[in-house]
């Protein structure tokens, strides 16, 4: 994931309570067992408290620093965001690296780390060139994994987990996330799939920093604690002891190497699993940017990919579910767009149609013609349309469909006039959504906060807020004895929320202010947040973004001269895919739709809009209802009204 350089914020101390807190929370989230001290018993906490407070030290040293940092991920660029602890363990000089990452609410060790604090994570093994493969940001494959089964049992999917290679197998290069539960494996070999998504290695840009400039320090050759054979002879003698085994002649030696066993078994024609191949073991796709043969032919084997797709999901139509003629948004949103290798964010941002030698889709669909695959037309002069294919043309029966990359699994069109099955990522129909409005006090209502023991930074709704002003009036004994819809002013009050209006300068000089003034004065004195809730999710499992919440645009206007378009964009945030209910209102509305990329939004954080034929905006609420939206939530302008004379 840190193959490319973070935006890391500046660093600033971690208060002592905050690193206690942290390292707490480190040893309880990985099950890290407190050393015992040898004077320590039930009645000697001093000694017991000193175990505790060394493994602090050791995970996260008195000297640590934190700094928020930004970055992006996965083939579609996605912004990733988190926080880096940084410090210096004993012997290293105070030479400060980088020794946890959170990012998604989850602690990831760096390679630091686990060179100084042996088996706090379960510990993996893999080949050397498997090790040197993940070392460039590839995924760990079932059949890459050794020295298994049995398999650590913390190993369970969704766990943290360490890689070391066979040949230094006390040293860990690399952290990921157990993407299976590897621990319950009973084999590897014939086994598919991703084991361990990778996350950071010795190597990336995190292992590069330094506070000083420096290069990363190189690995240990050997490292005590990781490769405890004691505890491993102990696990296995209890798992031997369930097993009744009758001693033979011949056989090969436990402690030969996995080449001389494999060699030794083969000699005796036995039959077993082989080494993995380096093809089974990692997942190796190259990051790189792509020449323009190569975008040229992604882009050709897509086309072919998308009518073979049809073909194969849609046999029983005589079209195969495709409505002739093609637009070209309908070409690259069905044929083209879900069937590019975007595998990595080199070769997202390489396949571009502007990329091509041809530089656009109209002269893309004049090549194909003159390749005979198809056949075109120029329609009212600017744009081509697709009349037909040749559904048994050479180039389509000959071609191989590759592996697509999990976000850009095709959906099935609709065939008939019926639409497809629906779609397992179509899961936002029935969804329920719920918008909280949240408030961040600014920097100068923090004495406010501090004397409700309150979090000076903490999101609340406004209904909190205005209780948290309540606890303070009824704690300072403020109220008016007189009235007590008033409250008297004191200096904390007077510094938090009240200026230079005069309104504010009259309340000073009466030495009072109505209550309800000044709960709107403290909700005035914050920064707006949001947070759109799906389903029972928490609002403490949320991250709130900053400002009001957005809304879902629908706007109507005039396309070529009497013909009305409709346009809804910002669905993506209230969990809603463009392309099923592009697909949805295709058959709702009798008329042709399309999902192409909002203009103006950023191209490594796109936002699609969705574009119906005909003034649909009452179809696209009621559609928009059904996956949990409310109207308040959507705001529509028709452009199709002339203006006011």
């Known amino acids: 994931m840190f193959k490319k350089k973070p935006n890391i914020k500046p660093l600033s101390p971690l208060k002592s309570s905050d690193r206690r807190r942290t390292a707490d929370q480190i040893i309880s989230d990985f099950g890290i067992q407190v050393p015992a001290e040898e004077n320590a018993d039930s009645e000697n906490k001093t000694a017991s408290g000193a175990g505790l407070t ?243 032919d992604a882009f050709r084997d897509a086309f072919l990919f998308g009518v073979r797709y049809h073909m194969d999901h849609n046999k029983n139509h005589p079209t195969y579910g495709l409505d002739f003629p093609l637009s070209q948004s309908k070409v690259m949103s069905l044929l083209v767009q879900p069937f590019l290798p975007t595998y990595t964010p080199a070769r997202t941002a390489s396949l571009q149609i502007k990329k091509t030698s041809w530089k656009n889709i109209r002269k893309f669909i004049k090549y194909l013609d003159k390749q005979q695959i198809i056949k075109s037309k120029d329609q009212n002069g600017n744009e081509m349309v697709i009349l037909d294919i040749d559904f048994k043309d050479r180039h389509i029966e000959a071609f191989k469909p590759y592996r697509l990359p999990k976000k850009d699994a095709p959906t099935s069109s609709a065939v008939n006039g019926k639409p497809a099955a629906p779609l397992a990522g179509e899961s936002a129909v029935g969804q329920q959504l719920k918008v909280l409005s949240l408030l961040r006090p600014k920097e100068k209502v923090a004495p406010i906060l501090v004397a409700t023991k309150s979090d000076p930074r903490g999101l609340y709704t406004p209904s909190e807020l205005k209780q948290i002003l309540t606890t303070y009036i009824e704690a300072e004994n403020l109220v008016s004895p007189k009235n007590k819809r008033l409250i008297n002013i004191n200096p904390q009050l007077a510094d938090a929320l009240l200026g230079s209006s005069a309104a504010d300068n009259a309340a000073l000089a009466s030495g009072s202010i109505a209550r309800d003034a000044l709960a709107e004065r403290i909700v005035a004195a914050s920064s707006p947040f949001h947070t759109i809730l799906r389903n029972d999710a928490k609002v403490s499992e949320s991250k709130p973004k900053a400002g009001a919440p957005p809304k879902i645009h629908i706007t109507m206007e005039k396309r070529s001269g009497s013909k009305t378009v409709t346009r809804v964009s910002g669905l993506e945030v209230y969990y809603i895919a463009p392309q099923p209910l592009a697909d949805e209102l295709k058959k709702t509305c009798a008329g042709s739709t399309s999902v192409d990329q909002l203009q103006g939004s950023s191209p490594k954080n796109p936002v699609m809009e969705v574009m119906v034929q005909g003034p649909q905006s009452d179809a696209i609420i009621k559609a928009l209802e059904k996956r949990g939206v409310h109207r308040n939530w959507v705001e529509v302008v028709d452009k199709t009204k002339g203006k006011k004379k």
């Open 54 to 296: 060394a493994l602090r030290r050791s995970l996260l040293p008195e000297n640590a620093l934190s700094a928020r940092f930004t970055t992006t991920a996965g083939p579609d660029l996605k912004q990733v965001s988190g926080t880096i602890y940084v410090g210096s363990h004993e012997g290293t000089n105070n030479e400060q690296r980088i020794l946890w990452v959170k990012s998604n609410d989850k602690m990831y060790p760096t390679v630091y780390t686990l060179w100084h604090n042996p088996h706090i994570i379960p510990l993996l093994y893999t080949p050397q060139f498997v090790v040197e493969k993940l070392q460039g940001g590839a995924d760990l494959m079932t059949p890459g994994l050794q020295r298994g089964p049995p398999f650590p049992p913390k190993a369970t999917k969704g766990a943290i987990v360490a890689v070391a290679s066979l040949e230094a197998p006390t040293v860990p290069m690399a952290v990921g996330t157990c993407e299976i539960d590897v621990s319950s494996l009973e084999k590897v070999q014939g086994m598919k799939g991703h084991a361990v998504s990778t996350f950071h290695w010795a190597g990336d840009e995190l292992w590069s920093w330094s506070s000083e400039s420096k290069p990363g320090i190189p690995p240990p050759e050997h490292i005590e604690g990781w490769d405890d054979a004691k505890e491993e002879d102990a696990s296995l003698a209890s798992q031997a002891e369930a097993l009744n085994l009758e001693p033979e002649d011949g056989g090969v030696a436990l402690d030969a190497s996995p080449a001389e066993r494999s060699a030794a078994e083969k000699a005796q024609g036995l039959e077993g699993e082989d080494p993995p191949l380096l093809k089974d073991s990692v997942e190796v796709i190259d990051d790189k940017e792509l020449s323009q043969k190569e975008i040229d």
